[in-house]
């Protein structure tokens, strides 16, 4: 059974780097064709993917974000730790993480897809 | 303004058929696949529909998806009082070097 969590602050001041980490488990991030993504969602808004960590150590970030992000891996605790500089109350959202798997006969990012996800910790930037 | 569009709202009656929408561009919809979730408040998003049209084991068949050119859509018949959730589609872009895009997500109400 695959589960993950997400943990972190609830609070961040503007200007601060956010750390938060994703602790799974029921897979490994060595296996492949599997990867961890981080996603938000804005109080009343869309859902914005962030990165992505791929089994083979790959990473992909967006594009408007990529300057303030970073993702890494901890194959070992079974963790994604994703870090968010210059934080901004435009920033505030609902962190998810979740496991990604590759299609059948498909390569690239593309062929990835979210099949489970965490529940989500609510981050909020204010001073 | 999300680049794939839903219906913020939908509603049906116990035992019938919802269609909900997700309009898209050739770059994302047109040339990729969608892919389907429900959100229960406060739990984690569940997928229900993967390539289009394919069902995850142990998702209800009362669940559908289809696809065509820029659009997708996600059937729920025989509706129940349990499907009253949000659902939004994900698919890949191929704009701004390739990213996920979701829809805003559709608030579905079992009247």
Known sequence: QITLKESGPTLVKPTQTLTLTCTFSGFSLSTDGVGVAWLRQPPGK?????????????????PPLKSRLTITKDTSEHQVVLTVTNMDPVDTATYFCAHMLRGPGCGGSRCYYYDYWGQGTLVTVSS | QSVVTQPPSASGTPGQRVTISCSGSSSNIGSNYVYWYQQLPGTAPKLLIYRNDQ?????????????????ASLAISGLRSEDEADYFCAVWTDSLSGRWVFGGGTKLTVL
Request: glycine share 8%; charged share 25%; hydrophobic share 30%.
């Open chain 2, 55 to 71: 069902r995850p084991s142990g998702v209800p068949d009362r669940f559908s998806g289809s696809k065509s050119s820029t659009s």
């Open chain 1, 46 to 62: 869309a859902l914005e993917w962030l990165a992505i960590i791929y089994w083979d150590g790959d990473k992909r970030y967006s």
